[in-house]
Nanobody, 122 residues
Framework: QVRLVESGGGLVQPGGSLGLSCAAS????????MGWYRQAPGNQREMVAAIGRHGAYRYADSVKGRFTISRDSAKNTIFLRMDSLNPEDTAVYYC????????????????WGQGTQVTVSS
């Protein structure tokens, strides 16, 4: 079983920046994908960013150019740098793990972290 522990998030003013991290432990495949989904009140959970084992990545159109995902493979940890945040980015951000990038993007059968709140407000 894979366990995900998230950190980061919080409250930031519009235009500000925040960082998230997520560390995976347990029975980790040699090839896997990790990233974040988010869910705002009243909305469906949506994919934000994902990174595969060899650095392939995907971003939601709404965050391209503002968010950057990276990974430390030796530590099975990923990071999300969020810049130019706006109120529409307010949501609970969930770290997730999948056997590969395509499964991750599908949103089916993922392993989820506990979620962390990101609030963008003045």
């Amino acid at each position: 079983q894979v366990r995900l522990v998230e950190s980061g998030g919080g409250l930031v003013q519009p235009g500000g920046s925040l960082g998230l991290s997520c560390a995976a432990s347990g029975r980790i495949d040699s090839i896997y994908a990790m990233g974040w989904y988010r869910q705002a009140p009243g909305n469906q959970r949506e994919m934000v960013a994902a990174i595969g084992r060899h650095g392939a990545y995907r971003y939601a159109d709404s965050v391209k150019g503002r968010f950057t995902i990276s990974r430390d493979s030796a530590k099975n940890t990923i990071f999300l740098r969020m810049d130019s945040l706006n109120p529409e980015d307010t949501a609970v951000y969930y770290c997730a793990y999948a056997p590969n990038l395509w499964v991750f993007i599908s949103g089916e059968g993922l392993i989820w972290g506990q979620g962390t709140q990101v609030t963008v407000s003045s």
